[in-house]
């Protein structure tokens, strides 16, 4: 018989996808089958016409299939569906395309690793919640959420009401993003929380640095940017931002995968600072990952490709990008984006299984 997991959290952003990739890595590690599959889906990629949801590209690279739409991504919730659905839910089959997938999946697979989407509760309004689909599946569910005490257990037991509601089996939960300093006390609190609802923990990952740093073309998105150079070098990692006064250079204790945020008229500066910090720190290469030009709409008419058409930043090939917001706003975008693993990010996926297999109870799960 087919062993499945639903893997489910208590919000977005909580470490699903990093906890259902750490599953999925370390029982196919073990030997067996493995199968993927994100049954209800919304942020989507088109594969020969057919709309799959994104983590299902990171996943068939992990797990070594070829996507099948139908089966790996069965259902979309693209935009104007709910809608339609309120309106007449007899022209969705959602339920049948379910079933079809969890059939051909079970045939294939030892092991069936299914993940949510959102919180508890998403997709509700289409007969689809997590609690719904696990149910329709006949899994056992992993619950993850973000590390704390008295708000972890409230999101936790909220969303898991949901489960009780339908009898749906919980295997247990698994607790991320938990602060240094704090995690002793975070697993021992959780734990004795959790035995209220007799639901064990499974294990506590600690907050990694490296997993929130940002990709540039992910930079690009959260500040509407433009590439003025080096188009082809946006998938480089960012670990610290440099903006503000030049004394902030030599401020930094860090010295690697930089962006450095300026505008036109001092951004020759800017570079010339910074090229001056890397010879005294006697670094072979370039520490900046990027530059993002600022308030970009004032420059503009009056600038030239020379502006910004640097030598060192040819030589080492860094990316220049142009937006029309000032440096503050530039620095509030870039430190609000939820950074997701994904297949650009392969440095991010062997840290993240890695970690998992450091704190994770994987006799527990398998």
């Known amino acids: 018989m087919t062993k499945k997991l639903f893997i489910a959290a208590t919000g977005q952003h909580k470490g699903k996808t990093t906890c259902t990739l750490g599953i999925a890595a370390s029982i196919k590690s073990k030997g067996y089958n493995v199968g993927y599959c994100k049954p209800v889906g919304q942020n989507h990629i088109l594969i020969d016409d057919a709309m799959v949801d994104k983590d299902v590209v990171l996943f068939e690279n992990i797990l070594d299939f070829q996507t099948v739409p139908k089966i790996h991504s069965p259902v979309i919730i693209s935009s104007g569906v709910t809608r339609a659905f309120i309106d007449d839910p007899s022209q969705f089959q959602f339920v049948e395309k379910i079933q079809r997938a969890k059939t051909h999946l079970e045939k294939n697979h030892d092991v069936l690793v299914y993940e949510g989407t959102g919180h508890a509760g998403v997709g509700s309004i289409v007969d689809l ?167 970009y709409d004032k420059f503009k008419g009056s600038s030239s490709a020379s502006d910004f058409d640097d030598d060192y930043l040819k030589a080492h090939k860094i990316p220049v990008l142009a937006t029309d917001l000032d440096t503050y706003d530039t620095v509030v975008a870039i430190s609000n984006i939820e950074v997701k693993i994904n297949n650009k990010t392969p440095w991010k996926v062997k840290r993240a299984i890695s970690l998992f297999e450091n704190n994770v109870d994987l006799k527990s799960i398998y």
């Open 129 to 295: 919640s997590n609690a719904q689909v696990a149910k329709m599946l006949d899994c056992e569910v992993i619950m993850v959420a973000e590390g704390g005490i008295g708000n972890t257990f409230d999101q936790l037991n909220m969303n898991l009401a949901l489960f009780r509601e339908l009898d749906v089996p919980v295997k247990g939960v698994i607790i991320n993003k938990i602060h240094p300093g704090k995690s002793e006390k975070v697993i021992r609190c959780v734990t004795e929380a959790m035995k209220k609802i007799d639901i064990p923990v499974l294990g506590a990952l600690p907050y990694d640095k490296v997993l929130s740093y940002p990709l540039l073309a992910t930079i690009k998105k959260s500040i509407s940017g433009r590439v003025l150079l080096n188009p082809k070098q946006m998938y480089k990692q960012v670990e610290d931002i440099i903006a503000g006064s030049l004394a902030a250079v030599d401020e930094l204790t860090h010295f690697h995968n930089l962006v450095l945020i300026a505008t036109i008229d001092n951004l020759k500066t800017k570079i010339q600072n910074i090229k001056r910090k890397a010879e005294a720190e006697k670094l072979e290469g370039c520490p900046l990952s990027g530059v993002i030009i600022t308030s």
